[in-house]
């Protein structure tokens, strides 16, 4: 059974293992990006023009995609791994994180804070940008742009394929926990 | 002495870079369309449609394989009866620069390891090769760094069994996990020095993926028995379980020391891109 998502407050509902269809707004942010977050949002500073990037409302997709060809909203852009950012993970989801979307295994600390915070973890088609960029609606650059293709953009998705990894209660499709 | 123009190599490795970044490798695909056919669980089979359907959208609308256009590896080997008329180097960097720029493909590569900075397309990685004859043969293989980060060298004692070895090698395919975009391709090198094994590595990933029924050399024979091994695993498409963890094993040998066997693994997520052209 596919669930249509369109809403993170029903984020805490999904159980591992489901495979979702995401309809809304993601926020791409990967390594510098990360350590920019953590830094800015340590500090209380408002992320990106005119503090657009809220954490408590915002998912995170931790991608990095190609340039947009001519006549493209944009370019190939799956998901990197997602265990790079761990170390950055547990703070943003007790500053409100609700949602994360990568591709493979996370560490026992960001279970936990899943768990804790009741977040919800989901995998992207691993591998498959081109494919990704067919379910994006829109993209538009949101902060640091300094960063290249590690800027944040902010990107409305439709009907995005995910599966559910770690859920709000801390169960693992990778059977860590 | 043939001459060939450094010109002509830049438009080579541009139109290289093109090819391999949107046209995934026949031998992959067949591989992976090999793997969807003998997969029988739903989810797994499921990630490696996407992957069939991602190559024909990207060969379609000319768009990347992966955002993670990768590194550029650039394998030449110069006939040593050519003279390359303008400066090889700089050729090679300024095809690169055009053909991602051309691809709107990432720019990935930091030009300081340690303070980053600006990603740019700056820095690729050339192995050149005196070979002989008049030809330069060209290869270009853009390696994504999610499967990059999951390579190990290992100096091994040469009196190590080959049962050491093959677990090294499953230990390694293990450790990665689901991280890295599987069903993998794995290279292995075995032999030279810790440099050469490493290159012979990455090397054995251009290696065409063959389908070896009845291996007979003792290469194929341990190649047949890492890749049963390996798909024992069930890491599976996506890291989702399932057969198709690895699509193939292949392996490069060098002479070595007689104090030494170093073993390095290379491993490709299914998106191992690759294009040659002979001048």
Known sequence: MVIEVKNISSFKDLSAGEQVLFSGAIYTARDQAHKRLVRDIGKGRGIGKESFFNIKEAVIYYCGPTKAPKGKIIGSCGPTTSSRMDEFTPFLLKKGLKGMIGKGRRSKEVIKAIKKYKAVYLLAPAGCGALVSKYVKKAEPVAYPDLGPEQVLRLEVKNLPLIVAIDSKGKDIYGQD | ?279
């Open chain 2, 1 to 279: 002495m043939r001459v060939i123009d450094a010109k002509k190599i830049t438009e080579t490795v541009a139109d290289l870079c093109l090819k391999a970044n949107c046209s995934l490798r026949s031998d992959v695909l067949a591989k992976i369309k090999s793997a969807y056919r003998k997969e029988p669980d739903g989810k797994a089979r499921e990630a490696l449609a996407e992957i069939i359907n991602n190559a024909k959208i990207a060969q379609r609308e000319r768009l990347a394989i992966c955002q993670d256009t990768g590194m550029p590896i650039v394998f030449i080997d110069i006939g040593q009866n050519v003279r390359i008329k303008g400066g090889l180097r700089a050729a090679v960097e300024r095809g690169i620069a055009k053909g991602y720029k051309k691809g709107c493909f990432r720019e990935s590569i930091v030009c300081d390891p340690l303070k980053r900075g600006k990603p740019s397309y700056r820095g690729a990685v050339i192995h050149t090769e005196i070979t002989r004859g008049s030809r330069l043969k060209l290869t270009v293989m853009p390696k994504g760094f999610g499967c990059e980060n999951k390579s190990v060298l290992r100096m091994f004692l040469p009196t190590v069994s080959i049962e050491e070895i093959k677990d090294f090698v499953v230990e390694t395919v293990e450790s990665a996990g689901p991280d890295a975009c599987p069903p993998y391709v794995v290279g292995v090198g075995i032999g030279g020095g810790a440099d050469y094994a490493s290159l012979l590595a990455k090397k054995a990933l251009l290696g065409k993926l063959t389908n070896d029924q009845r291996p007979t050399t003792n290469d194929q024979i341990l190649s047949r028995d890492l890749l049963k091994r390996i798909n024992k695993l069930k890491i599976g498409p996506m890291g989702l379980g399932g057969k198709a963890t690895c699509l193939a094993v292949n392996i490069e040998e060098y002479p070595t020391h007689i104090a030494g066997l170093p073993v390095a693994v290379n491993i490709s997520c299914h998106a191992l891109r690759s294009a040659t052209a002979v001048l």
